[in-house]
């Protein structure tokens, strides 16, 4: 049976990638005592770790205002301006003085002084930063060496946040539901022990990425599964714009492999969409921009091609546009992958798919990474700060998570010495219902309900009958998930799990309400 202990902290982040990262990075360094938790057994495990693409930068004779245009496009006139004006004038510069002159990322270059910028679907002009297909990689190694160094930061591995401890649901002072919504920490589970811990912050940091584990083809890692989201929405946070999941054209497929990602890049650098017979199909569907159009319409083109032919994948064919050194040189992270799986890319074209890649909505989030609740901040992908609006622009997602990790920080910072310290008799330790081991089969089969469920109904063209059809079965499916949470004893997987139901809900029940198509959210009815 889990036993329940205390953890004070000034802040605690749950989530490291870039945003989480930065945001500990700069509170470290400001000498605030941080816990950081990370349901991996390693620190860097993250989506950051497996961005491939970059990061947007500047162009030679860029301006803010034409980054600003080319989010604005993409967002599909969703973009909340004032937060994508603060991405535009604040992100290069931190680029530059975090990144690059603080952790030192190696970015290519062309020559000594001048970076290898490439452009992607979106962008008006060559201004992604990259460091070869491993940009993410680099970020990530980088600033989690940097956070070890500082005694102030402890950093929790194999520990996954239960719930959110508001004193509006969790005082022992039952007059505290007359308060406003604040947030005092989180429950959490060392993965190990089977402990609970209750950790008592003077504020809390959302940085747990994204959700597309919730569908049965993503590129993200298998920790990407809403927890953030769900828990932010247990505990009373706004949250905006759920229906906006961003579909990525072109994800590794094999049978009963998990996708990932094959990046933008790889067409940027000329490679063409065919079918098995060698056949291309993108002029078909925009003849201007082909492979290089919209992710959303590159997707769905892929989709109806699929469709149409009954096929499961296409591929993507580099072969022609780059010499075999080149395609090892480029993209060395890709070649590795596919080679593991018997495609070698310098001669063999790459099976894909469409998945399941970016959360544009999330929870409410201000320009300074304030949500709803008092001392709760969300940042990176389970936040919503406007920026990406109804479809997201390539590379923008790492430098939305720098620049809101920075300023989230900033305002910890500054305002931290007049929150109060959360007393430890204030909040009841966890109680657990179950000791029963739960059944890892029900689990996996659970959740792969879901998965076929959101890929089927919620997925890239979604129809107000298969809308409906998924409200229904998911509705049903959570109260079984919740009997089955409330009498087995905690793990990670029954967490995730109740999660994964709860964020599957929240993106189809936004998705039938909003009737119109726009950006990501696709409806033929
Ligand atoms: C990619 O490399 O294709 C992904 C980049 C992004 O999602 O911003």
Known sequence: MAQSEI?????????????????????????????????????????????????????????????????????????????????????????????????????????????????????????????????????ETLLIERLR??????????????????????????????????????????????????????ATVLATGGLGQIYLRTTNPAWARGDGLAMAYRAGARVINCEFVQFHPTAFYKENVSSFLISEAVRGAGARLVHEDGTTFMDQHEPEWKELAPRDVVARAIYREMLQRNVSNVYLDLRHQLSAEEIRT???????????????????????????????????????????????????????????????LASTSLLEGLVWGHRSAQHIRTTLHSRPIPHPNQIPPWEETGSEMPDPTLISQDMSVIKNIMWNYVGLVRSAQRLQRAIRELRHLEVEIERFYRQARLTDGLIGLRNAIRSALIVTIAAWENKQSIGCHFRES
């Open 149 to 202: 160094s500082f005694p102030n930061v402890r950093i929790l591995t194999s520990t996954t946040a239960i719930d959110l401890l508001t004193p509006a649901h969790h005082s022992r002072n039952r007059l505290s539901v007359y308060e406003p919504l604040s947030c005092s920490g989180a429950y959490l589970l060392d993965q190990n022990s089977g402990r609970v811990i209750r950790c008592l912050a003077r």
């Open 7 to 139: 953890l004070q902290t000034d802040v605690l982040i749950l989530g490291c990638g870039i945003a989480g990262g930065v945001h500990a990075l700069e509170l470290a360094e400001a000498g605030i005592d941080l816990t950081v938790v990370t349901r991996s057994p390693r620190a860097e495990e993250s989506a950051t770790l497996y961005a491939q693409g970059g990061i947007a930068y500047k162009a030679r004779d860029d301006l803010p205002e034409l980054l600003l245009n080319d989010i604005l496009r993409a967002g599909a006139g969703l973009c909340h301006r004032p937060a994508v004006e603060i991405l535009v004038r604040e992100g290069p510069p931190l680029v530059r003085s975090i990144l690059m002159e603080k952790i030192g990322v190696p970015f290519d270059r062309t020559t000594d002084d001048d970076f290898s910028l490439v452009r992607e679907g979106g962008h008006s002009l060559n201004r992604i930063l990259h460091a070869a297909d491993t940009t993410g990689q680099l970020i």
């Open 330 to 392: 480029q993209f060395p992270w890709i070649h590795q992958q596919c080679l593991k799986h018997g495609i070698d890319i310098t001669h063999d074209r790459i099976p894909v798919v469409p998945a399941a890649h970016y959360f544009c909505g999330g929870v409410w989030a201000d320009e300074w990474g304030r949500t709803t609740l008092d001392h709760l901040y969300a940042i990176g992908e389970v936040s919503c700060t406007g920026v990406h609006g109804a479809n997201r």
